[in-house]
């Protein structure tokens, strides 16, 4: 079974940190591209999301794209001998509330922009973990 599985969401007030974890299995992390999405809360009365964003993304050779709101406070990371995916969110803000999916590239040895990707380049997806920061 070729799957992502994350982990390390909950709530946390702001100026906080939390680190996601995402195990994955069928494949190495570290022979394609990585990353992370996450989307938002809707208004509550439509009962969706907004769209889905990418956070931020590693590549093989180690280059990285993060989105420009999170610059500078979250890390992408990796560990090889675990198999597992990480992301180190710090100085976390209430903005940074939403649901946080690990995603795979389906390809071995797939590249992604240092200047973003689309929901379209993963093929691989965890359930997502969610992360709440209160002001």
């Known amino acids: 079974v070729l799957e992502v599985v994350e982990s390390g969401g909950g709530s946390v007030e702001a100026g906080g940190s939390l680190k996601l974890s995402c195990v994955a299995s069928?494949?190495?992390?570290?022979?394609?591209?990585m990353g992370w999405f996450r989307q938002a809360p809707g208004p509550e009365r439509e009962g969706v999301g907004t769209?889905?964003?990418?956070?931020?993304?590693?590549?093989?050779?180690?280059?990285?794209y993060y989105h420009t709101s999170v610059e500078g406070r979250f890390t992408i990371s990796r560990d090889s001998d675990t198999n597992t995916l990480y992301l180190q969110m710090d100085n976390l803000k209430p903005e940074d509330t939403a649901m946080y999916y690990c995603?795979?590239?389906?390809?071995?040895?797939?590249?992604?922009?240092?200047?973003?990707?689309?929901?379209?380049?993963?093929?691989?997806w965890g359930q997502g973990t969610h992360v709440t920061v209160s002001s």
């Open positions: 769209e889905r964003k990418l956070v931020a993304t590693l590549n093989r050779d180690g280059r990285t």
């Open positions: 069928g494949f190495t992390v570290s022979s394609r591209c």
């Open positions: 995603v795979g590239t389906g390809l071995y040895g797939a590249y992604c922009s240092t200047y973003g990707e689309e929901t379209r380049s993963f093929t691989y």
